[in-house]
């Protein structure tokens, strides 16, 4: 810990990081449209939902201004003094703030994307090959899996712990095994949901077999 940071420099950290991490992005984006994204698909704020069930463009721009939102979150703290594993308390409470956010009755979604900001903001270098292994996944598997940014995101960690501890990294251990366990704790919030919710998750095939127009013309669908 830098000398000069102390308990109240973590705390306002914390309190900024958590407001930037409660802006509903997908919230507004949906109403933009119309759509309470709280009442369609998955029920979360977060960018695949808006993606399918709001529209693609509309979709991207939440994934992009859900990962700057992390980025900001993390590079506004940094102005405060902190740095290296200082600021997994402020990523903490960003992600604590897409969770829950208090604009919208504290209702959120998985902080996946914050999180890949979150990421860029603390150590960039390291995690530039796992985020676009995760995007890659996500966007290619998309329409295939119910959740492609759980498992997009669970393949860039795994990519992240494994460059980490290669000779050439400079990421100290205590960033890696912060990012790793708030990594963790994203990719289990987002399980629990799923599994609590399981209604309001379809497979590809139900829902290939919903829209196929031929059931449709045979009066099946």
Known sequence: ?????TFNTFLISAVIAYAMGAIPVAYIAGRLYGVNIFKVGSRQAGATNV?????????????????????LAILAVRQLGLDGAELLIPAVAAIAGHWNSPFTK?????????MVGIGIG????TLLGPITLGAAIG????????HPSLWGGAAGFLLFIALSFMPSSNTEPAVVY???GLGIGVMLHSMYFHRRHREFFSTPDVLEE??????TQNGLG
Do not use: C, Q, Y
């Open 210 to 215: 919903e829209s196929d127009p031929a059931l």
């Open 178 to 180: 912060g990012l790793t």
């Open 106 to 114: 504290f209702k959120g979604g998985d902080g996946v994307t914050s």
């Open 139 to 146: 966007i290619g598997l998309n329409r295939k899996l119910s």
């Open 1 to 5: 810990m830098s000398s000069e940071v």
């Open 122 to 125: 603390i150590a960039w270098i």
């Open 51 to 71: 993606f399918r069930e709001v529209s693609h463009r509309a979709g991207f721009a939440v994934t992009v201004i859900d990962a700057s939102k992390g980025f």
